[in-house]
């Protein structure tokens, strides 16, 4: 009994140690990608923290390795007999119970120290950002269960992906219209929770160009699973450019009649101007106002004051998401989202009446105009 | 079988059925044993959710179930484990041990003990009766505002809000119990700084109790009544403040998580010098560092709040605090390791889970010093890596240690010794398995996977993470089968376990197992710790002599009594009075008022009952 018990107690020893390292390894060699890891920084705020938290990981990684081994080390040494004599009875040792009370107390100065420094560096929002301008403001408003993004320098509004320039400090101003959220971009900063009574700040600037996700990050009832949300980091000109594309996008401009040509400088690739006379962008408009849609979804970016129920659709047409960061943006995803809402998010507060196939087609090829 | 013993003519006398001694007993062993096997059960349930949740993440886009279903497991799952499986199998234990460790006969107020046993059991079987009508759904911390009526308009978060007020109240009560039984009842001769580390532990985790639940108390009475009498405690519309929630809830919930894990800590501490028959290492110093940890403990709760910007003093303060603990849990680590170190280490099956437990322990205490350096916890809070760090210290602590405690304690309370090969199984099934499941939640969380979402993309890297928790999660739920099979196959063994099978320090290992009603024939004096080591070491021998059974005559016991279970009952009934439609709520409607009228009537009759009114004669 007492050899069997020996043999299989050391090979469950050796799985659960070698076990960290197989996950490591394995994640290592799928070779997947991480956008949303907050182990890969794209922005000084997020950079401070990563550079804290690997303070922290080493510390840790040491008082790891030496405690548990300390505790293995005892365990095989130490090991005796049912009849073994009485080992010495030893009841403490004040001068170890000294040593082992301020060795730890002076490694957690090493951790402190940088922690309150940072703590006081990434409260303090830079007035100007890499680039050397000044900040860009941005209100950040929570919803059940999407992101609004508004700008009140440019007078726009967008939501659940917000266009920043690359380099530029962003200074995010936040709160929400009903229960608490948390806004979360994990390579550019930390968490901060929106409140419907306080506003909130966070701010980070961009590094790299690209499209980055985030995610609410408090549970905010039966869709906090599906409130992403996606930074998009424009060169500064391809942002001063869909920055002048959503000012020139107002309700009254979305009104004209569907024969207009889109704006030149539209974002999308193959942008040109929609035929004279497309009947079926024209059946989508309608369809827009009278399936109630235009209830709750303002159309243009531009002087869109009010909180409206749902999303801004400004720019519609060329988001690369949907129902806030969860479907691709294509036509087919669209339609299937436009009429059946509650399949794609149940509990989602978007209530449709029943709309057709060819009800659905003309409503995605009229918000395909929408750039 | 019930109307027999109501018959007049039976009551008082040696025919009483089983089952009304148990719903009667008063005795603090049979009610350690109904909270044991009560809070297993719910253990079971909320591990089933546990499973669910886990099949559920298993890979990207599943649908195996709804969003709504989903947010009521992970709830319920969180109020199970922490109100209904872990507080009350520390209980068990508290119950069962504490009178034996200071050598009494009973607790300070036996049937105060019965009546916290039963509000406990009536409110755990009330919040899971909820899956019935809509389960709790809005999280085990229920945040303000969607624990509010606006968004949480349903009877769920009704359930929740009074659930939790029954339960509270069991665990006050306890909590008064066992503070004046171990502060007025110990054996002659034995002075606090003598006490066994497991009765430490239980005392400090009740002065966490009696300071720390009366705050939860009254949040829950503020959500109640904003959401049955419309007031605006937590309703910003109203001027009323989430905030204020957040606050009330961590300066309770902090304090909780130490209510988790002293009586944790406690146990290794009893297992670990028996195993290596020596002594604790620096007594004092253990005694010492539990207090300063229950102290520093009322002192760190906004570290939960850190992602809500209080700004970088506040910030800076609950960091600092936060840092401290590590001092004192470090200390507690060490002086353990001192404990086996130089001891003659005996691999029985409660020393396995105990070594098992300082090694889980450390990885948890060390991501949660991770925690403390708040920069660092905005990218953590809310993700991944703090489930899994809170499960490192939840069941690689407290459930780990709670086995070790059941597997070194099962022989005192059923007289019969759990299987060692079968316990070994175990062992190593849990630890591989929980290893499986939380170890790599640290790097989805890392990765950026949020918590409480149900279900994620692909192409973010958390798949692998999550399908390896997600086999982890079956390799635990087979380890707790292996346990259940050990405690069945040795239940068909006659019950023979020695009074001291271990070779134990304290007074319960004394008296024959399983214990005689009256504990102690003769009540024991006490010369210093480790009393029994002593005395075995004064008579030169490894054991005692097993000791004999007593015919208890001339011992006066407290007598069973129905009061503590109508009294349960009546508190029960007025508290879903303010959660039912009119006219049935109260004060309007009836089924509080009768409540009431129960709970008042209880306890008068209870308080005029004269002690040993059904006694059995001895």
């Not at chain 1, 050391?10 to 799928?30: D, K, S, T």
């Not at chain 2, 009546?115 to 009330?126: E, T």
């Amino acid at each position: 009994m007492r050899l069997s018990t020996a043999t299989w107690w050391r090979p469950g020893l050796v799985r659960v140690l070698v076990l960290p390292l197989l996950l490591l390894a394995l994640a290592a060699c799928a070779g997947e990608s991480y956008p949303q890891s907050t182990l890969t920084p794209k922005g000084d705020f997020a950079d401070l923290v990563d550079a804290l938290f690997r303070t922290t990981v080493f510390w840790a990684v040491i008082i790891f390795v030496l405690v548990e081994g300390a505790l293995l080390f005892a365990i095989f040494r130490f090991r005796g007999r049912a009849d073994d004599p009485e080992p010495e009875q030893i009841h403490g040792n004040t001068l170890v119970e000294i040593i082992w009370t301020v060795i730890p107390a002076a490694v957690l100065a090493f951790v402190a120290v940088p922690t309150v420094r940072t703590i006081f560096d990434t409260a303090r929002i830079p007035e100007t950002g890499p680039d050397g301008q000044a900040a860009l403001k941005v209100e950040v408003i929570g919803h059940q269960w999407w992101w609004e993004f508004r700008y009140p320098e440019l007078g726009i509004v967008t939501a659940n992906e917000m266009h920043v320039p690359v380099g530029r400090t962003v200074d995010l101003r936040m709160k929400t219209v009903d229960v608490l959220h948390s806004f979360w971009i994990p390579q550019f900063a930390g968490k901060r929770d929106v409140f419907p009574n306080r506003e909130t700040r966070l701010w980070f600037s961009a590094r790299e160009v690209g499209a980055f996700p985030g995610a609410c990050a408090e549970f905010c009832g039966i869709q906090h699973g599906r409130m992403d949300f996606y930074v998009m980091v424009d060169e500064p000109a391809a942002f001063d450019g869909w920055v002048a594309t959503r000012q020139a996008d107002s309700a009254a401009a979305a009104m004209r009649p569907a024969a207009a040509p889109v704006p030149a400088d539209s974002l999308a690739p193959d942008a040109a101007p929609v035929a004279a006379v497309d009947p079926l962008v024209a059946e989508g408009k309608q369809l827009f106002m009278t399936k109630a849609c235009a209830g709750c979804h303002a159309l243009g970016s531009a002087g869109a004051a009010t909180t409206m129920i749902g999303p801004n659709l400004g720019g519609i047409g060329t988001r690369k998401m949907i129902a806030a960061g969860w479907l691709e943006n294509t036509d087919e995803n669209l339609a299937h989202w436009i009429q059946n809402p509650q399949a794609v998010k149940e509990g989602v507060l978007m209530n449709v009446p029943p709309i057709t196939d060819a009800e659905a087609t003309a409503l995605v090829a009229y918000l395909r105009t929408r750039q | 079988m019930a109307t027999t013993v109501l018959d007049p003519a039976h009551a008082g006398t040696r025919s009483r059925s089983v089952l009304v001694e148990w719903l009667t007993t008063v005795d603090h062993k049979k009610i350690g044993i109904m909270y044991g096997a009560s809070a297993f059960v719910f253990f079971l349930i909320g591990g089933l959710e546990a499973l669910l949740i886990r099949a559920q993440l298993a890979g990207p886009n599943k649908d195996l179930i709804s969003p709504e279903f989903y947010n009521q497991l992970f709830t319920m799952h969180g109020t199970t484990m922490i109100f209904l499986a872990v507080m009350p199998l520390s209980a068990m234990f508290f119950n069962f041990f504490i009178p034996l460790q200071i050598g009494a006969r009973d607790v300070a107020f036996p049937r105060l003990n019965a009546m916290s046993l039963w509000v406990f059991l009536l409110g755990g079987i009330f919040l899971n009766a909820s899956f019935i009508w809509g389960a709790p759904n809005g999280g085990w911390f229920g945040y303000a505002p969607l624990s509010g009526r606006q968004y949480s308009p349903g009877v769920n978060m009704d359930f929740w809000v009074i659930g939790l007020q029954i339960l509270g109240i069991a665990s006050l009560a306890a909590g008064v119990n066992f503070f004046t039984t171990i502060l007025n009842m110990r054996a002659r001769g034995m002075t606090l700084m003598r006490m066994p580390m497991f009765t430490w532990s239980t005392l400090v985790t009740q002065v966490l109790v009696l300071l720390s639940f009366p705050v939860i108390t009254v949040a829950l009475i503020y959500l109640m009544v904003d959401r049955v009498f419309g007031t605006g405690f937590f309703v910003p519309a109203a001027g009323g403040d989430p905030m204020l929630w957040q606050h009330l809830f961590w300066v309770f919930g902090h304090p909780e998580v130490y209510i988790l894990i002293l009586p944790a800590f406690g146990i290794i501490s009893e297992i670990l010098p028996v195993f290596s028959r020596k002594p604790l290492f620096g007594y004092s110093a253990m005694v010492f560092s539990m207090a300063f940890i229950a102290f520093l403990g009322f002192g760190v709760w906004s570290h939960h709040m850190f992602s809500t910007g209080m700004g970088p003093l506040a910030d800076s303060f609950f960091s600092l605090a936060t840092m401290l603990i590590a001092i004192p849990t470090g200390v507690k680590i060490f002086n353990w390791i001192g404990t086996i170190w130089g001891g003659s280490i005996q691999l029985r099956t409660p020393m396995y889970f105990a070594l098992g437990f300082i090694a889980m322990f450390i990885m948890g205490g060390l991501s949660g010093v991770m925690h403390s350096v708040a920069p660092a916890d905005l990218q953590q809070t809310d993700s991944y890596f703090v489930v899994a760090h809170f499960h490192y210290v939840l069941f690689g602590g407290s459930i780990f240690a709670i086995t070790a405690g059941a597997y070194y304690w099962w022989p005192k309370m059923f007289g019969r010794m759990l299987d060692e090969g079968i316990g070994k199984a175990h062992f190593w099934l849990m630890l591989t398995g929980f290893n499986l499941t939380f170890f790599p939640m640290h790097f989805a969380g890392l990765l950026g996977m949020p918590r409480r979402i149900y279900t994620y993309p692909g192409g973010l890297g958390f798949d692998t993470y999550n399908l390896l928790a997600t086999v982890g999660a079956f390799v635990l739920a087979v380890s707790i089968l292996v346990f259940m099979w050990n405690v069945v196959r040795t239940w068909r063994r006659p019950a023979d376990a020695p009074a001291d099978p271990w070779g134990g320090a304290t007074l319960e290992w004394a008296i024959p197992s399983p214990p005689q009603e009256w504990n102690f024939t003769e009540e024991p004096v006490v010369s210093g710790k480790d009393e029994l080591w002593t005395l075995k070491r004064a008579a030169g021998v490894r054991t005692l002599p097993e000791p004999a059974r007593s015919d208890g005559r001339g011992i006066h016991l407290p007598g069973p009594s129905w009061w503590p279970l109508i009294v349960a009952i009546g508190i029960l009934l007025f508290m879903v009075g303010f959660m039912l439609p009119r006219p049935w709520a109260f004060p309007f409607g009836p089924v509080g008022l009768v409540g009431f009228v129960i709970t008042l009537v209880g306890i008068f009759k209870w308080a005029y009952e004269p002690p040993d009114a059904h006694a059995t004669p001895h």
